[in-house]
């Protein structure tokens, strides 16, 4: 049956594509190696890889991994970096040696750490060294057997390596102290990795290429399966979607949101790699000032972010000095557009900033905005190409077009399940197929989607999903805590923010002291904002915590004044 949005995508984008137009990531990746070898890939703080050396650094790493730590096809191997040249050199390498990239956040805490590391079953980690000290905390009781380290600076040209190096450990002390046994240095890997052959493995589409963790919907972090299969469809349908607006080999796209993050992973990293742009990381993006001065010295294509990254820029006058004439595209996703920015990002640049919709479970891409966009709609966008998104009643039958309920898709980039876990698995998918993203939305008759609220308690912070169970289960394990309710509350700067509502078992626990322990316990977009103490909290019959009254409260609260 004919899709109802054909009439609203534009001429020449195609309403299918081939899934399988590459036997595998590797595929994609040698084709741009070849194809434009001669072109510069990534840089980072004054330092430009061609393709041509990221095809052979990342051999070399490769190479390594099977010749001298003797791993195996398949085997989980974890990557816990910020945006620097180091993370698609080791990201390559992992995958062209068949093996399983398990993206970790730099910055987790040992609980969280030692959870992703034990549950993948990952064999070796590449770390760098700022997030040396949380791993020693807690690698004893994990799975890994090699721990390869990195410094921040370490692929920079010299003398700036050295330097970078020097002033991030000694001047501004960003390095921890740390004693892991056995350490391998990164570049003494890559070095080592050349002495010996690299076989190239037979990877298939069907292979697993990366567990993505992502909390779900139960807040318990689990690792969704992204075959080859799915990432190659990922960017083949985002590829179709923007062809008409990108030119192979002249690109230059501005990459702040972290490559961890699954945005940013297939969107810049291999998206634009295979059409041989270059990629700008940049390795603090809260660095206002600096990121701005960066972006000054180049003539950049395209961006994407996040909105509170946009409204961070905007809030800042140099940014309205940047030279936007190059700029065709600005792509926004992780969390909603919000009106406000979308018209001034407009307004200051000259081009629209296009929303875009996914998670992690569909590798990310589901719905974008048409290119030819021209204002903020509110929409989240069309399903893209070899998609389907159905709006779905609790019984997943299918509602009438403008009726709300929740947002299903179906296409080759939806994940294989949940690592592990058949039964979470099963919970989020629809016997016809469909993923249910737990999202509530409705549908035009022309194909446009819109979210109107989550289906569960899910918290977004600056892009980031915060899970209240989660939280809950960390403050409730404070000694002087009797129970907790986390929730979101609507905040300027990053969308949402977390309140907790706490009952004390101790009369003399303070705000500060469990602002404290939260520190020391959750990601730092995990912190809540405020806390809130109470001598009850509201529950039903059987004793669960009402959350929705909480925010009934809260909100009424904010009407009110």
């Not at 191997?77 to 970790?104: D, E, K, S, T, W």
């Not at 037979?202 to 990432?231: M, S």
């Not at 979607?241 to 949101?257: A, H, S, V, Y």
Request: charged content about 25%; overall charge positive; aromatic content about 8%.
């Amino acid at each position: 049956m004919m899709k109802i949005w054909q009439k609203s995508y534009d001429q020449g984008i195609p309403l299918e594509i081939n899934p399988a137009e590459y036997g595998s990531i590797n595929e994609v990746l040698e084709v741009g190696f070849s194809k434009f070898k001669n072109h510069p890939a990534f840089h980072n703080m004054g330092t430009t890889l061609s393709y041509a050396e990221i095809d052979v650094l990342s051999q070399k790493f490769a190479s390594y991994l099977q010749n001298d730590l003797h791993m195996q096809k398949g085997d989980r191997v974890a990557l816990m970096m910020p945006n620097i040249l180091q993370y698609p050199i080791a990201l390559f390498g992992i995958l062209r040696a068949g093996m399983v990239a398990v993206n970790v956040n730099p910055l987790y805490t040992p609980r969280e750490l030692e959870h992703q590391l034990k549950d993948a079953g990952v064999k070796a980690i590449v770390i760098f060294a700022n997030s040396g000290s949380v791993l020693e905390k807690i690698i004893a009781n994990t799975p890994v057997k090699t721990v390869i380290v990195t410094q921040i600076g370490d692929m920079l040209k010299f003398p700036k390596n050295y330097i970078v190096n020097f002033v991030i450990k000694n001047v501004k002390k960003m390095v921890p102290a740390y004693h892991l046994p056995n350490v391998l240095d990164f570049k003494t890997c890559l070095e080592s990795g050349k002495a010996s052959a690299f076989k190239k493995p037979v990877v298939k589409l069907e292979d697993i290429a990366f567990l993505q963790y992502t909390g779900g919907t139960t807040g318990v972090a689990k690792g969704a399966i992204l075959t080859h299969g799915n990432i190659v469809a990922n960017m083949v349908q985002a590829r179709a979607w923007i062809k008409n607006f990108i030119t192979d080999g002249k690109e230059i796209i501005i990459t702040p949101l972290p490559l961890y993050h699954i945005f940013s992973l297939t969107a810049n990293c291999f998206v634009f790699s295979s059409i041989g742009a270059l990629n700008i990381l940049i390795t603090n993006p809260r660095d206002i000032p600096g990121f701005i001065k960066e972006l000054n010295k180049w003539k950049f294509t395209a961006i994407t972010g996040v909105n509170t990254l946009f409204n961070g820029l905007l809030n800042n006058e140099e940014f309205k000095k940047v030279d936007f004439s190059s700029m065709k595209l600005t792509l926004g996703g992780g969390m909603a557009v919000q009106k406000v920015v979308a018209e001034r990002w407009k307004q200051v640049t000259g081009r629209p900033l296009v929303e875009a919709y996914g998670l992690t479970e569909t590798s990310p891409a589901a719905c974008i905005n048409p290119m030819t966009i021209k204002e903020y709609n509110g929409f989240i966008g069309l399903p893209i190409c070899s998609t389907d998104v159905e709006i779905k009643d609790d019984n997943s039958k299918t509602v009438a077009l403008g009726e709300i309920g929740e947002i299903c898709i179906k296409g080759p980039q939806v994940m294989k399940g949940y690592w592990n876990r058949p039964d979470e698995t099963a919970n989020v998918m629809t016997a016809d197929g469909f993923f249910k993203t737990g999202d509530l939305g409705f549908m035009t008759e022309l194909g446009y989607v819109k979210i109107v609220d989550r289906k569960k308690d899910m918290i977004l912070v600056s892009g980031f999903n915060v899970y209240p169970n989660e939280l809950e289960d960390v403050i409730s394990s404070h000694p002087k805590v009797l129970e907790a309710a986390a929730i979101g509350v609507p905040d300027e700067k990053s969308g949402e923010a977390v309140k907790i509502f706490v009952v004390k078992k101790d009369e003399s626990l303070t705000s500060e002291e469990l602002m404290k322990y939260c520190r020391e316990n959750l990601t730092s977009y995990k912190i809540p904002k405020t806390i809130e103490f109470r001598k009850d909290l509201p529950k039903t019959n059987v004793g669960k915590i009402l959350r929705k009254d909480l925010r009934t409260e809260v909100l009424a609260k904010e009407v009110k004044d």
